[in-house]
């Protein structure tokens, strides 16, 4: 049961414009989520996250949009740039827990 | 502040052996979660510990098993290794209080391969 889905297993961009990065989740008790991006042979490096009480949040060149009613989240990236290409992963947690449970990623490949 | 360390980076083991892992939290974080990441099942998470206890724990055998000391670092170990258990362990750690922010720092991992 994938409680977290990333259903793009890739993603490419030209570099200077828009990315966005699709998340949705069945689990309704999830309060917390979550980007990371992740390089090979390297562990998952934290981007952004966003609390259940918001809608969006924003940190530079990245947003993180929610959606509850729709229990739908997005990853934009603007602008997009070559440093970019990674695999990025989604991730939701319960309201004082720290287990993480994690979508099984999407790679983004900017192209020049 | 230093990052998340864990030891060793690279392990080759055979079927029926035993292997511990280790990972170092970042100073003064006092939780630290382990995940295991496979092509076919992605990031899993195997148990987390808090001040020397269990809190949670995920959906793995018996085989799998840790510890965290009054340091909060962590170990973990594996016993009677199979083939499927080949994967990328990485550690996490973080804050860890109820009312701190869930967020994990992520160490670079340990890739084991039982042959």
């Known amino acids: 049961d994938q409680q977290v889905k990333q259903n793009s297993p890739s993603l490419s961009v030209q570099e200077g414009r828009i990315s966005i990065l699709n998340c949705d989740y069945t689990n309704s008790m999830f309060d917390y989520f979550l980007w990371y991006k992740k390089y090979p042979a390297e562990g998952p490096t934290f981007l952004i996250s966003?609390?259940?009480?918001?809608d969006k949040n924003e940190d530079g060149r990245f947003t993180v949009f929610l959606n509850k009613s729709a229990k739908h989240l997005s990853l934009h990236i603007v602008p997009s740039q070559p440093g970019d290409s990674a695999v990025y992963f989604c991730?939701?947690?319960?309201?004082?827990?720290?287990?993480?449970?994690f979508g099984q990623g999407t790679r983004l490949t900017i192209n020049p | 502040k230093a990052g998340v360390t864990q030891t060793p980076r690279y392990l080759i083991k055979t079927r029926g052996q035993q292997v511990t892992l280790s990972c170092s939290p970042i100073?003064?974080?006092?939780?630290v979660s382990w995940y295991q990441q496979t092509p076919g099942q992605g990031l899993q998470f195997l148990f987390e510990?808090?001040?020397?206890?269990?809190?949670n724990k995920g959906n793995f055998p018996g085989r799998f098993s840790g510890r965290q000391f009054s340091n909060s670092r962590s170990e973990m170990n594996v016993s009677t290794l199979e083939l499927g258990d080949s994967a990328l362990y990485l550690c996490?750690?973080?804050?860890?209080?109820?009312?701190?922010?869930?967020?994990?720092?992520f160490g670079a991992g340990t890739r084991l391969s039982v042959l």
């Open positions: 100073s003064g974080h006092r939780s």
């Open positions: 991730a939701a947690s319960e309201k004082g827990a720290q287990k993480l449970v």
């Open positions: 966003i609390s259940s009480i918001k």
């Open positions: 996490a750690s973080s804050p860890g209080q109820a009312f701190a922010k869930n967020i994990q720092y």
């Open positions: 510990y808090f001040s020397e206890t269990q809190r």
